[in-house]
Structures are given as structure tokens and as C-alpha cells.
């Protein structure tokens, strides 16, 4: 089960930090997968979220996702976003990935995976000028899962993240003799730039001023003298983003999972979206495993 876990990971994240379990440490596997396997993936979500952070106006969406995985530790996987609020595009993001689990010892593993992304003009969404993501992840399994991630997103612009997670999965009960209801709490804490925020805020205003609506001030209401920014300055500095609390609750038998998700994000004094405010974060999914 804990390797059906990690492909459900690599088929919805990517690098769209849409569900964050990209801020969440992924399971370790038990062995080596003794045959290739396919995993298909449905999720529903009521706001987007990107590191713990989110856009200014809501973004609910449902996306569908499908991972392919090597018994050599290969995988490719490939995602379709649809924003239930966007009325432009049926597809309001989508993208392609691919990568390579392996293990460094009985209780270490590693990831490194690439992911290009898709994303309309004027996108609404945090991470649209960062199409092309790099990442790296260090996962250690024991009583606790410690997971450590490196991200390099670029594209219009280049930004840089590391995540530390902390997981454990607990087993409440058996329903039956082939299915199981679990919770798996996770806290991690993420640092990174935030070039694209600037390019977020250029988009949010073409966006509005293409729609006639009007353009109010995105900046930061934290610092300045406690006035809006409407002109975000390019964050070189490597800082801390956000504190993320996760509670998973999951119904999982021998081949599909049913899990129920909130995500509690606290942002630091750094983030430029929303400083001092927390995101909170519901989050459906339903993993099909061949």
C-alpha cells in the first residue's frame, strides 16, 4: 500500500502544488514494484494552492491525473486541471512529467523527476509563469516518514523551494479483511523565492482589465506602513513561506483509495500573497491502481 501511495503522489502533484502533497512527505516503498503499474487519479479541491499559498480570487478545480510506473523505478505521469469557476477554457492547466524513484538503502529512498506545465494566457494561478519544474526529494521511512525536497520551477521566470515534511500514517480500523480506513498527519515547513508573484500580479491585472473589472491593489498589506503594494518588488531572497499542517483520512482496499484531505497553511512574515494569514484547504481524491 505504501508504494500505491507514492504513485498517487507522482500522478496528481507534479509541479503543480495543486493537492500539497508536494509539501507532504511521500511514503517510502516497501520493496521494488514487481510488475509495472498504472494509476489513474481524480481529485476535486476548493482552492488552489501553491506551497501553502493561493491566489487572491478562489480557485476551486477538478482535475484528472494518470502515472505510469517502470519495475526499473521509471514513471511517467501527465495531468488536466479544470478551474470550476474559469469559463474560458475547458482545460485550465495541464502537464507532462517524468522520473526516477530508487532506493539508497533499506530505509532511503530518492526522486528526481521533471514536469513541463500548460497554462492559458492571463492564468489565475500562482505558478503560471513557472512551466517547467525540476525537483529532488530524500525520503527516510521509520516510525515517522522524513521526506526532503529541493525544487527549481523556471520558466518566464526562476524560482527555488526546499520543503521539509514529517508523515505517519496511522491504521484506525478494518472494515474488512481486504480494506483499510487510515489517517496519515503530516507538518512541513517551506522556504523559497517568489519571482512569480510578480508575474502573478501582472496577469491578475490584465486579466481584470481585459474583463472591465476593476483593479484593486495586490500588494502586501504586512509591510510598507501598513499600506497596499499595487507594484510587488522581485523577492531574490531565499526565506521562509509557510508552516502546513495536513490531516488525510483514507478508505483504501487492494486496488483503489477514497481519501478526504484538509490542509491547515500558515504563511509567514515573507510571503508576499497574504502575510500573517492562513489558507485553509479541502481537498477529494479517488486513486484507481492496475
Known sequence: M???LLLVILAVCGNFSFAQTENTAPAVPDSVPAKSTLTLAAVYSNNASYYGQRAKDATPYA???ASYQLKSGFYFSGQAFRLLNDNSSDISAAGLGAGFNFPLSKKISADISYSHSFYPSYSPLLQAANADGASLSLSRNGWVVINLTGDYAFGKINDAFATGAISKS????SPGTKDVVSINPSADVVGGTQHFYQSYVTNKKLHDSLLGLPIPGLGNP???????R???VVTTSFNILSYNFKLPL????SHYVL?????LSLLSN??????GKANSFLTFSFYYQF
Not at 496511522?170 to 480500523?173: A, T
Not at 483514507?250 to 482496499?253: D, E, H, I, K, Q
Not at 515573507?270 to 502575510?275: D, G, K, L, Q, V
Open 170 to 173: 496511522i491504521n484506525l480500523f
Open 270 to 275: 515573507y510571503a508576499e500573497t497574504s502575510t
Open 63 to 65: 482535475a484528472v491525473a
Open 259 to 263: 481519501e478526504a484531505a484538509w490542509q
Open 2 to 4: 505504501r508504494s500505491f
Open 250 to 253: 483514507s478508505y483504501s482496499r
Open 222 to 228: 504586512g509591510r510598507g506602513g501598513g499600506e497596499s
Open 230 to 232: 499595487t507594484d510587488t
